[in-house]
């Protein structure tokens, strides 16, 4: 799968992407990321990026001009104008990082892991101007109910979320179905399954984890997962799965 970061930063990703799985995922050609400057398609001397908005208001705007021309570029074609638009072709997402767009969900994940494309436009400043996120990007996309400075830390996010989605990012391909935020039910075998059916699914959060030593300053590990019974180790799981979950997501 292709990443393409759009930023007005670009040396930013150089340490985010370039440890644990992403890094793996790139040098086993997984995953390919690549980022794009937006001062390089700008047309003044001064590599402006960015103006004042219409109406008055405090902060700048990033202008439609260079983000346009950089989807383009990265496309290879036209996006086209307000009297025909041309979409980016089956398999490849435009998508704005934006605080006033839709949340970002693991769900969300795992639809752009089917991808073979993502484009994200890292947005700054005050804003992007909108006719970017009504005729550019597919979609807009936001990381949680508060504002950064700009939409390169949620870029990064997303990269990071949806690079362990990808078949052989990880070492053990079970380790994305059994963890926080997955559609889980009961097996038959007394484990945990992706429900097929999304109306009968509960979104919990993972379970507790545990390791050596079996007694830490008087912390002793819960016996049920010393025992080795599997499947009262998955029932108490489960069970502590759906507490935490209470607890600290009742939203959930």
Request: aromatic share 8%.
């Given at each position: 799968?292709?990443?393409?970061?759009?930023?007005?930063?670009?040396?930013?990703?150089?340490?985010?992407?370039?440890?644990?799985?992403?890094?793996?995922?790139?040098?086993?050609?997984?995953?390919?990321?690549?980022?794009?400057?937006?001062?390089?398609?700008?047309?003044?001397?001064?590599?402006?990026?960015?103006?004042?908005?219409?109406?008055?208001?405090?902060?700048?705007?990033?202008?439609?001009?260079?983000?346009?021309?950089?989807?383009?570029?990265?496309?290879?074609?036209?996006?086209?104008?307000?009297?025909?638009?041309?979409?980016?072709?089956?398999?490849?997402?435009?998508?704005?990082?934006?605080?006033a767009g839709r949340l970002f969900t693991q769900e969300?994940?795992r639809r752009y892991a089917k991808l073979e494309r993502?484009?994200?436009?890292?947005?700054?400043?005050?804003?992007?101007?909108?006719?970017?996120?009504?005729?550019?990007?597919?979609?807009?996309?936001?990381?949680?109910?508060?504002?950064?400075?700009?939409?390169?830390?949620?870029?990064?996010?997303?990269?990071?979320?949806?690079?362990?989605?990808?078949?052989?990012?990880?070492?053990?391909?079970?380790?994305?179905?059994?963890?926080?935020?997955?559609?889980?039910?009961?097996?038959?075998?007394?484990?945990?399954?992706?429900?097929?059916?999304?109306?009968q699914a509960k979104l919990l959060l993972d379970f507790?984890?545990?390791?050596?030593?079996?007694?830490?300053?008087?912390?002793?590990?819960?016996?049920?997962?010393?025992?080795?019974?599997?499947?009262?180790?998955?029932?108490?799981?489960?069970?502590?799965?759906?507490?935490?979950?209470?607890?600290?997501?009742?939203?959930?």
């Amino acid at each position: 799968m292709r990443f393409d970061l759009i930023s007005i930063f670009p040396e930013f990703f150089a340490g985010p992407l370039d440890h644990g799985i992403v890094r793996r995922a790139k040098e086993a050609g997984i995953a390919e990321i690549h980022v794009q400057d937006l001062r390089q398609f700008t047309k003044d001397r001064h590599r402006t990026v960015d103006d004042r908005p219409f109406g008055g208001g405090e902060g700048m705007v990033l202008k439609p001009e260079p983000l346009f021309e950089a989807v383009e570029n990265l496309l290879g074609h036209e996006v086209g104008d307000a009297e025909k638009r041309v979409p980016p072709e089956a398999g490849t997402t435009v998508v704005l990082m934006s605080a006033a767009g839709r949340l970002f969900t693991q769900e969300t994940a795992r639809r752009y892991a089917k991808l073979e494309r993502l484009i994200l436009i890292c947005g700054r400043y005050e804003g992007v101007d909108e006719r970017v996120a009504e005729f550019l990007a597919s979609e807009e996309l936001s990381v949680g109910d508060y504002v950064l400075s700009g939409g390169e830390l949620p870029a990064a996010i997303v990269v990071d979320a949806v690079t362990r989605l990808l078949p052989g990012a990880l070492g053990n391909e079970a380790s994305t179905e059994n963890e926080s935020f997955s559609s889980l039910e009961p097996s038959a075998q007394g484990g945990t399954a992706a429900i097929a059916h999304p109306r009968q699914a509960k979104l919990l959060l993972d379970f507790p984890h545990y390791t050596r030593p079996a007694e830490y300053r008087g912390w002793k590990v819960p016996e049920v997962l010393i025992g080795g019974h599997h499947a009262e180790v998955a029932k108490w799981r489960r069970q502590q799965a759906a507490e935490k979950t209470r607890r600290n997501r009742p939203d959930l």
